[in-house]
């Protein structure tokens, strides 16, 4: 124990002895709450999947049910590869460009991290619509220009299939990973890469041998956020795979949930989805704990920009290529439809109107409020959440009391349950009586808070450990209670890593699909299901509108906190 | 405010905090005091299947221009995701729905079995033609929309004589990979469809069709879209949706198969636990009035009522080739054809 904690442990123990500790009600409030969000959800669903439908009496034939057609077990099949593929993907796609941005002299940096943003706040459905437009085989962009050029019959791409859907799902995807290693490119000093230098390896076998094993932890890292997310997605499968013809475990969880409803099976069917997601952390935790990496300090050293020469030219032509495909062409096209009277007319000045967003502003009955509820629940998630993952990781980094790193690991664990399966799991415990929330903003509000708080504590939990708690204990020492160290000393010190950490919950919070399409009713759309709706009679024009209301507010959202912030929030971390 | 009017609303309060059982039976008071009451309500949800989202918006708008202060919020899904969702309401005794607007007729004998629909009988009733006079179940519900499922193709791409000219042309492989379908789990019209045909060519024409490489939706609407991007040339449609797009320029054609159109009812009925009962059946009885007739036929949608006539562009049933089912064949057949489908299409 160092000299710090031990000195600040000692008044605790003193407190302690003397009177009954008032934190002692705050971790009996966390922990109930805890088990409110995270503890009984997930044990509701693995109940709900051993009973009887009718009976309610413990059976196994769910599980015989879940995976006894070949149909279902191909859709999970399905899963696995896609989530290996589009992880392969992204890596290809995340790593150089965030190595080029933090490491290299590569030009246009800013422009760079502004359409990486761009990616990360299209909701992945806005996106795969994009790419139907784009890639559609008759009909898309790219297929009439290639078939203009080449004059064949038959276009080159096509986005319904299991290669379009993987690409497409990467694309929007590989902002996690980005900003996994670019946080951890922006940590790592170049100490040790000048000593490679100074012993004679050039850029290649440095970056490669040096640079690359010390930020393989986060990659790592990332790689299995990618993983889950890829497996978990629900809209862009919809959207591609249906039409394609193949399914995977979301679409058929889905299937689950329509007549008869089958939601014991639908459990059973997500448990081992469960499985799977906590076996790939231990491997994880078994390959990062293998190899030490304190060179990840976070302190001193300086971090040297590499050299490309020339090559920083193919660098940013790749990158561009990259985000070109992600965003660039895709916003394009989902302008021309946003704008169009008939998108299939093409462009032309008597195609072009505006109608499509008057129609969703003031005539149609519902489009307005499922703007409003997104906002309102992401907001709302992002509030609770953030003050649930500020309240644990104040107590765990603060060791205040025995036990707390249960409360740590109970809140990081919705990390390892897919959107999916915790809305199941949400509708399993809550939606019935006594708590009869089906249908409420409360239920969705709740289940978002639950399903983002893993990043609301990692981030509450980073900033609270980079505050040296001698700036509290001073204030103790003079006299002043915790209370008020954590308001006069923390709280402002913390202010804007909290507002950062808030905008990375409240982004995807708005965005956010296959948690809510399972516990949304018709009162509480949010804008994300009433796209999915509007998608299902192909109603590209009004669509693609609606896109673009929800990303012109995001951005707005995120510009106002960055201004706040006065840096751009997810990209760059503050250098020690 | 009479004092009718206070108790009925007294009731819909007590039927809002869950116990349905208390709503007042067979309201079929004039409509003065129903619309009142039903401003008092002030909205409604409407659970509707029928018609295209763009269509279901301006129905909406067209009830509120007429009774103002009652407003319509528009759920539009397709028929099996609308049923789903309404039956996980009544399983979570978490009522939405006023007012339920299918595309499986079937779905409203298994909701009667649930005691899930309310005793009203709107007064338009009885102004329904008499082609549909006695599908529904007096008292509980009624047909409010039909439309024909036909063959239509893009006249950009299909030259009239070179269009399919019954169901089994669309098998033929000069349209492979270009021939649009919805799907059967999903659009009630399409399940409907889907049973007809097995009945007529048994499951081997689904089978054949999946050599076929059809692109399938999820809406009944959704070949329409596609054949309007090019994405498609042929399929199957709705006659309503089809009529419509063409008239705003769009290159669509419909074609009366030679084995017989599809006729398609679909009803609609208040639910007993309607958080709205009033502003419900004043919704209810406006489905079949003559006004909301006359914005269907604005929108090329065939009026269930004699004194509206349809759009020019349809010929008149009486000269059409029908297939029809009864709703027994549908409520058997759809389940059924939905699983068959997976496992062939998945």
Not at chain 2, 46 to 74: C, N, S
């Amino acid at each position: 124990m160092s000299q710090a904690e031990l000195s600040h442990s000692v008044p605790v123990v003193a407190m302690r002895r003397r009177t009954f500790d008032p934190l002692m009600i705050l971790w009996v409030v966390l922990a109930a709450a805890l088990i409110f969000l995270v503890v009984n959800p997930l044990f509701r669903l693995v109940q709900l999947s051993l009973q009887d439908t009718d009976t309610g009496a413990f059976t196994l034939l769910n599980y015989v049910t879940a995976y006894s057609r070949p149909r279902y077990l191909t859709a999970t099949w399905n899963s696995l590869q896609l989530g290996f593929w589009v992880t392969v993907l992204c890596l290809l796609f995340a790593v150089p460009i965030a190595w080029a941005v933090s490491r290299t002299d590569m030009p246009c940096k800013g422009a760079i991290r502004l359409l990486v943003l761009g990616a990360f706040v299209t909701p992945p459905y806005l996106g795969s619509i994009a790419w139907i437009l784009l890639a559609g085989p008759n009909s898309g962009w790219l297929n009439r220009v290639w078939m203009a050029v080449t004059g064949a019959q038959e276009g080159l791409f096509n986005i319904y299939s299991f290669a379009g859907l993987t690409f497409n799902i990467a694309l929007y995807s590989f902002p996690y990973l980005f900003i996994f290693t670019s946080a951890a490119l922006d940590v790592v000093s170049s100490e040790m890469e000048d000593a490679a230098n100074i012993l004679g390896a050039g850029i290649m076998r440095t970056t490669l041998r040096i640079t690359l094993p010390m930020i393989l932890p986060a990659i790592l890292g990332g790689a299995i956020v990618t993983f889950l997310e890829a497996i978990a997605l629900f809209g862009t499968p919809a959207l591609i795979a249906i039409p394609a013809r193949f399914n995977v475990v979301t679409t058929q969880l889905l299937q689950f949930f329509s007549q008869p409803i089958r939601a014991e099976v639908a459990a059973a069917y997500a448990v081992p989805l469960l499985l799977i997601t906590v076996a790939l952390f231990g491997v994880q935790r078994l390959l990062v704990h293998r190899r030490g990496f304190v060179a990840l300090t976070g302190k001193g050293g300086e971090r040297r920009i590499t050299s490309l020469g020339p090559w920083r030219w193919v660098m940013l032509g790749y990158t561009m290529l990259v985000l070109s495909l992600s965003v660039l062409l895709p916003y394009v096209v989902l302008a021309q439809a946003a704008l169009s009277k008939a998108w299939g007319r093409g462009l032309s000045l008597d195609n072009l109107t505006l109608h499509n967003f008057y129609y969703l502003l003031f005539q149609h009955e519902t489009a307005a409020q499922s703007v409003v509820n997104s906002f309102t629940y992401a907001a709302a998630a992002a509030c609770i959440a953030i003050t649930l993952a500020l309240a644990i990781a104040y107590i765990v980094s603060r060791r205040l009391l025995p036990w707390a790193g249960v409360l740590s690991f109970v809140a990081m664990a919705p990390f390892v349950v897919p959107g999916i399966v915790l809305a199941i799991a949400f509708y399993a415990a809550y939606a019935p009586p006594p708590l009869a929330l089906y249908g409420t903003a409360t239920i969705l509000i709740l289940a978002f808070a639950t399903r983002f708080l893993p990043i609301g504590y990692a981030n509450a939990d980073a900033a609270i450990r980079s505050i040296n708690p001698e700036m509290e204990e001073a204030v103790r020492i003079l006299g002043g209670g915790r209370l008020l160290a954590i308001r006069r000393v923390l709280a402002p010190l913390m202010k804007r890593s909290l507002i950062g950490a808030w905008l990375l919950v409240f982004i995807p919070a708005t965005r956010e699909l296959s948690t809510a399409m399972f516990l949304y009713g018709p009162k509480t759309r949010t804008m994300s299901v009433m796209l999915m709706d509007m998608s299902e009679e192909g109603n590209f024009e009004s669509l693609a509108a609606l896109g673009f209301l929800l990303l012109a507010s995001t951005l707005i959202i995120v510009g106002l906190a960055s201004s706040l912030l006065g840096r751009d929030f997810m990209l760059r971390r503050e250098r020690g | 405010m009479s004092k009718s009017i206070t108790r009925r609303l007294a009731a819909s309060g007590v039927a809002a905090l869950g116990a349905a059982a208390l709503l007042p039976r067979a309201v079929r008071a004039d409509t003065a005091a129903l619309e009142a009451a039903a401003r008092q309500e002030g909205t409604l949800t409407w659970y509707v299947a029928q018609v295209d989202g763009e269509t279901a918006e301006l129905m909406g708008r067209a009830f509120t221009a007429q009774y103002p202060g009652v407003k319509v919020a528009v759920i539009r899904t397709t028929g099996q995701v609308a049923y789903e969702r309404l039956t996980q309401d009544l399983k979570n005794n978490a009522p939405q729905c006023d007012v339920f607007s299918t595309t499986d007729i079937s779905h409203m004998p298994a909701l009667m079995q649930k005691k899930a629909l309310a005793n009203y009988t709107p007064d338009n009733a009885a102004a329904l033609a008499t082609a549909f006079k006695g599908l529904g179940q007096d008292g509980y519900w009624y047909p409010n929309h039909s439309t024909l499922m036909m063959i239509i193709y893009s006249t950009k791409n299909v030259l009239p004589e070179d269009a399919p000219k019954n169901w089994p042309d669309l098998l033929d492989p000069k349209w492979k990979g270009k021939v649009a379908f919805g799907h059967p789990a999903f659009s009630g019209y399409v399940g409907v469809w889907t049973v007809q045909m097995r009945k007529l060519y048994g499951w081997s024409y689904f089978e054949k069709l999946a050599k076929n490489n059809p692109r399938i939706g999820r809406s009944g609407n959704d070949p329409i879209t596609l054949l309007n991007a090019g994405e498609c040339v042929t399929g199957l449609g709705p006659l309503a949706t089809a009529l419509l797009t063409a008239s705003k320029g769009n290159p669509m054609a419909i074609q009366y198969p030679t084995d017989g159109s599809m006729l398609c009812i679909g009803p609609s009925g208040v639910l007993a636990n309607a958080p709205h009962p009033n502003a419900g059946r004043l919704f209810m009885n406006w489905l079949l009035s003559r006004e909301c007739a006359q914005v269907m036929a604005d929108n090329f949608q065939t009026p269930v009522r004699d004194d509206v006539p349809a759009k020019a562009g349809a010929k008149p049933l009486s000269e059409v080739k029908l297939l029809r089912l009864t709703t027994e064949e549908i409520g058997k057949g759809v389940p059924e054809v939905i699983e068959q489908w997976r496992d062939t299409f998945s």
